[in-house]
């Protein structure tokens, strides 16, 4: 049974510039929520999706948006980087998405912005 | 606006003793609380959680108790293994959909 799986695993993208991120819920799971880990941080919460349709949202500018697809995977898209856009974006899975559902993380992309 | 807050970035046990990691939070609109683990290159793992109308809740060597009048948790791990240095993070949610608040993690580290 596959786990969450995050694609790519890093990536290097310069100011300005424009950058996708992909997730595959874990087997079963459709609620996917995203999260930014700065460096020396605890992950952030960016926002969720499930049946297609963004449910919740944190404290993010709209550079960040999101698409669910049918089969439950998710994009994350982030618009005009800036350096403070470096970081690991995580990804988890869960089924129903309330709060007594675990959620399951993916190893994450590790994003660069130069 | 830290809502949960780790103060220790890290800690070292020897193995075989008790970690004792600490959490603190300042919402009171959080009644659902977890402890995540992390490796490197990994992402977080599940380890433990505690509903709001508990005070304890055990799972094998991973015990987290809930102080509500403190607005604190803590991660009690026992005996420590070598295997369990990691980075812990401490979690809450309050609202329906499980928006996990997280603080900045204690970084665990068991001697043998």
């Known amino acids: 049974d596959a786990g969450v799986t995050q694609s790519p695993t890093h990536l290097i993208k310069t100011r300005g510039q424009q950058v996708t991120l992909r997730c595959s819920p874990k087997?079963?799971?459709?609620?996917v929520s995203w999260y930014q880990q700065a460096l020396g941080q605890g992950p952030q919460f960016i926002f969720q999706?499930?049946?297609?349709?963004?449910?919740q949202r944190g404290n993010f500018p709209d550079r960040f948006s999101g698409h669910q697809f049918p089969n439950y995977s998710s994009e994350l898209n982030v618009n005009a980087l800036l350096l403070g856009d470096s970081a690991l974006y995580l990804c988890?899975?869960?089924?129903?998405?309330?709060?007594?559902?675990?959620?399951?993380f993916g190893p994450g992309t590790r994003l660069t912005v130069l | 606006d830290q809502q949960v807050k780790q103060n220790s970035p890290s800690l070292s046990v020897q193995e075989g003793r008790i970690s004792i990691l600490n959490c603190d939070y300042t919402?009171?609109?959080?009644?659902?609380f977890l402890w995540y683990k992390k490796y490197p290159a990994e992402g977080p793992t599940f380890l433990i959680s505690?509903?709001?109308?508990?005070d304890k809740n055990e799972d094998g060597r991973f015990t987290v108790f809930l102080n509500k009048s403190a607005k604190h948790l803590s991660l009690h791990i026992v005996p420590s293994q070598p295997g369990d240095s990691a980075v812990y993070f401490c979690?809450?949610?309050?609202?329906?959909?499980?928006?996990?608040?997280f603080g900045q993690g204690t970084i665990l580290t068991v001697h043998p």
């Open positions: 988890a899975s869960s089924l129903g998405g309330t709060r007594t559902d675990t959620q399951y």
């Open positions: 087997s079963g799971h459709d609620t």
């Open positions: 999706y499930y049946e297609e349709e963004e449910r």
């Open positions: 919402n009171s609109m959080f009644d659902y």
């Open positions: 505690i509903s709001s109308i508990k």
């Open positions: 979690a809450a949610s309050g609202d329906s959909y499980g928006k996990l608040t």
